[in-house]
């Protein structure tokens, strides 16, 4: 059981490329999210979806942009990347809301130089 | 201001002994706290939950409390080891009843030294 599988591990972006972080669960989740990690900082939400077709903003989504067309695809989009979003970026799912265990994958490293 | 704070310099313990962490929130009225795990280099884990009329919750050499009239929840490791080395984070969800978006705080680093 693979869980939540994120590609790719680290990336080195130059400002103003964009590139799209890939994240897919493999266990049936209706939910699913996107946080970044800043050093010394909690984690924060930048988009949340609680379905296929449905996607909504969490926290901190300017600059940022996801789909969600099956259950278990949730990619990232980062359309003009900005030293800003220098983070490390975690997706996760969960099967519902209020209460369910949040699942995390692995963490994609990102730097803009 | 809405926040979640927890000790942001790192808790060193000896082993065998019992590790407490602190978290402390303000302006939310959660239904529910968890605490997660967090390895260097890795994603955060699930530990445990509790909800707001749970007084205490345990699950082997762990045990949560969560007091809603001062707002803190206790996080403890009996016995600790070596092993138990790691950031430990709380999380929230605000919106109770919402979509389960999880407010985190930056975390407390335990060290348990042998």
């Known amino acids: 059981n693979a869980g939540v599988t994120q590609t790719p591990k680290f990336r080195i972006l130059k400002i103003g490329q964009s590139m799209t972080l890939q994240c897919t669960q493999d266990?049936?989740?209706?939910?699913m999210y996107w946080y970044r990690q800043d050093p010394g900082m909690g984690l924060k939400l930048i988009y949340y979806?609680?379905?296929?077709?449905?996607?909504d903003k969490g926290e901190v989504p300017n600059g940022y942009n996801v789909s969600r067309s099956t259950t278990e695809d949730f990619p990232l989009r980062l359309e003009l990347a900005a030293p800003s979003q220098t983070s490390v970026y975690f997706c996760?799912?969960?099967?519902?809301?209020?209460?369910?265990?949040?699942?995390f994958g692995e963490g994609s490293w990102l730097t803009v130089v | 201001s809405q926040k979640i704070e927890q000790n942001s310099e790192a808790l060193n313990i000896q082993e065998g002994k019992t590790a407490t962490l602190t978290c402390n929130y303000t302006?939310?009225?959660?239904?529910?706290l968890q605490w997660y795990r967090q390895d260097p280099g890795r994603g955060p884990v699930f530990l445990l939950l509790?909800?707001?009329?749970?007084k205490e919750k345990r699950k082997e050499r762990l045990k949560v409390t969560f007091d809603t009239t001062l707002k803190q929840s206790l996080f403890h490791i009996t016995a600790s080891q070596p092993a138990d080395s790691a950031t430990y984070l709380c999380?929230?969800?605000?919106?109770?009843?919402?979509?389960?978006?999880?407010?985190f705080g930056a975390g407390t680093r335990l060290a348990v030294h042998p």
């Open positions: 509790i909800r707001e009329n749970e």
């Open positions: 999380a929230l969800d605000p919106f109770s009843g919402g979509y389960n978006k999880l407010i």
């Open positions: 996760a799912s969960s099967l519902d809301s209020s209460g369910s265990t949040i699942y």
């Open positions: 266990m049936n989740h209706n939910y």
């Open positions: 302006n939310y009225s959660p239904a529910y």
């Open positions: 979806s609680v379905g296929a077709g449905i996607t």
